[in-house]
């Protein structure tokens, strides 16, 4: 199928062959007929592309903090690269789609396959949206019309919040998209209209739904039109749908309101306020958070917990609703907004010259006839029959992309196919580093004999499942921690494991870095104990993000503090016997980022683990101490390592975790034959250690690893 990119990096918009989405639980799989194209939004973006990176940098001055932060403590090269990486990611356009249900996922009972549909799904000829996000198109209603909704929404949600009252004044500022539709709900609404905008055409066009509609370019002055027409009482409410640095705006808005007014932002404008403008008059300012309450709302959005309509009335899918009852009534008359309907294939028409776009609606077409079945994509047609080491990458996210597959690019690996559930994001990863297919069902390499294994870098929860999944079909695994999120994962995992002769590893690469090599190597076999002080600065996460979650991501101490245990367990030679763990607060819960781990090991060595989210990030992230014997090695952020009581000169390097080291291993081992990277004890141990880790904070003692 295709679908519209936009390639941060070059500037290019590009329309991309993708395989289709998999239908996912709480989720609906949609065929497009129609997508609208956001002209103030998506042009935006576009311009964003196509600006310099001096540009870009001038335009985000807070992402260049975090990026001058990092390369103190990460160093300059990983740093850009980092820089240049996401820069590289493809940013996917637009959020207004209608069309039909070809497929729903489990948990869904509101929607049956035919049934016609909105959703804020992209330019694409298929897509996967959750069931909040997704509303039926009532009869008398066309696909063109219903593209509509969504912008609707973010119109019907400015008004929601500034209250109107049948016969209020209420000024909409900035007459595109948006704004004609504000103006013509809240006419419906039996409201007084006043629309003010520098293009004639728009002027002109509210003008023709009934709104009191005026050109503001040169020297008409908006706040004297107000007046006069409020016989100097001012308005009751202005609604802001404009686009501009300016902050002119604000101050105009205030200007022409009358005393309490309400003033609510939808677009983008200047904010530079000035008090007394607000002060004298009592005024009231908000900005509209998009299509309404649920929006960016994991539990709304993603789970589909909807919330109570006794406490929540309109959400932003009861706003979808409203427009397209608005439009089926003919309270909302969408068609004279339309300027123009263009195949897909002609997409450039619309995005070529989006800064020069005269038009106000612009409309895409789709095919109907597009194969939904078709999830894997041959990107070239070389064979792999009898190659020793054909690898398939599982998951298209961050990790994967920036650092797995650049880093099994570099060392010529096999690797025959990677999936995400988009599709998107492995197209476009597989094309930059070569690889044969992308897919976006993952069971497409597992049926495949020919490959080897499979590299697992898919949420946490559901590590364990794909980890069965794929022993059961015969490969070999690497999964990126953890292995699991709880003790009955992994027995399970042991149970399959025990029936094959496949290999599981880990993705605990800090103990294949050269630094935790070289002194492996300088601590020697004496069989003494030792002590190691393992610090991560781990930095903020917000407490909404899913790595957080017990349920999807473990917590950051069984999802990222494994990393360290593993580390500690390298050093010793032995596994960890019992651990207890403290965490900052009074009541600390379990899935806390502030702790202190105590590990005691089998041969009567110890380990201390300061994993902190608290820190600040221009600070090193990792430092790992080690005391034996009189002596002392200190590992500082994987950049450089100082010995006390050793031979040998200190080492310094560019920052290295370990990761090239890791796969280099891994290949080697599945083209020749060799066991894990890992010893799989040692993988179960650190796996259940973190687990107990966060047990013992529950319990308040010491927990033994089983």
Partial sequence: MKQIIQDLKSGSTILEEIPVPKVKTGCVLIK?????????????????????YISKARQQPEKVKMVLDKVKSDGLKPTMDAVFRKLGEPLPLGYCNAGEVVAVGKGVSEFQVGDRVISNGKHAEVVCVPKNLVAKIPEGVSYDEASFTVIGAIALQGIRLIKPTFGETIVVV?????????????????????GFDFDQAKVELAKNAGIEAFNVSGEVNSVSIVNELTGGTGTDGVVITASTKSNDVISEA?????????????GVIGLHLQRADFYEKELSFQVSCSYGPGRYDEEYENKGNDYPIAYVRWTEKRNFEAVLRAMASDQLNVKPLISEIVELEDYQTIYSDMAGSTSIASILKYKADVDVSVSNIALDNRSFAGAKGVIGVIGAGNFAKSVIVPTLHKLNANVKYIASASGLTATTTAKKYKIANSTSDYKDMLKDDEVDAVIITTRHNSHASMVKEALEADKHVFV????????????????AYEKTDKTVTVGFNRRFSPFSIDARKKLGNSGSPISVIATMNAGFIPADHWVQSMEAGGGRIIGEACHLIDLITYFTGSLVDSVVMNAMGKNPEENTDNAVIMLKYKDGSLGVINYLANGNKAYAKERIEIYSQGRNIIIDNFRQSKFYGFSGSSLKKSQDKGHKNQFELLINNLKQGGGPTIPFDEVINTSRASIAAVESLKQGKWIDVR
Avoid: W, Y
């Fill in 32 to 52: 497009t007929h129609r997508t609208l194209v956001s002209l103030g939004t998506e042009r935006m973006l576009v311009e964003f592309g196509k600006a310099s």
């Fill in 174 to 194: 900035g007459l595109g998209l948006i704004g004609q539709i504000t103006a013509r709900l809240l006419k419906a609404n039996g409201c007084r209209v006043v």
């Fill in 254 to 266: 205030a200007n022409m309101s009358r005393k309490r007014g309400r003033i609510i932002l939808v």
């Fill in 480 to 495: 990126e921690k953890p292995l699991a999120i709880t003790n009955q994962e992994i027995d399970d995992i042991i149970t």
